[in-house]
């Protein structure tokens, strides 16, 4: 099992950059593909980017192409979204998770996902 832990979250202008991290526990964490996934008021929860194991696949939500970035530090258990350019329809409770795989690919989909962290605002104001 895995505890995972987001921080980072915070408020920011329209335009700004942001980076939430996701650190796990347990020794296991490069045998864990992991996913970003956020939430606002009123919605479903949505894919925003994954990656594998080792860090070399990645994939992003159409909304967040070129402007997110998920990266993994596989030494310190961790994951990391760099949110850059940001705007107010990025509001949201922002979730990282983990789904334990013998495989290399990356999950988009909510209910691959085997742990959940607790999640994080992430708040952009106009």
């Known amino acids: 099992q895995v505890q995972l832990v987001e921080s980072g979250g915070g408020l920011v202008q329209a335009g700004g950059s942001l980076s939430v991290s996701c650190a796990a526990s347990g020794r296991t964490f490069s045998t864990y593909a992991m996913g970003w996934f956020r939430q606002a008021p009123g919605k479903e929860r949505e894919f925003v980017a994954a990656i594998g194991r080792s860090g070399s696949n990645t994939y992003y939500a159409d909304s967040v192409k070129g402007r997110f970035t998920i990266s993994r530090d596989n030494a310190k258990n961790t994951v990391y979204l760099q949110m850059n350019s940001l705007k107010p329809e990025d509001t949201a409770v922002y979730y990282c998770?983990?789904?334990?795989?013998?495989?290399?690919?990356?999950?988009?989909?909510?209910?691959?996902?085997?742990?959940w962290g607790q999640g994080t605002q992430v708040t952009v104001s106009s």
């Open positions: 998770a983990a789904k334990s795989t013998a495989y290399s690919a990356y999950y988009v989909k909510v209910n691959s996902y085997d742990y």
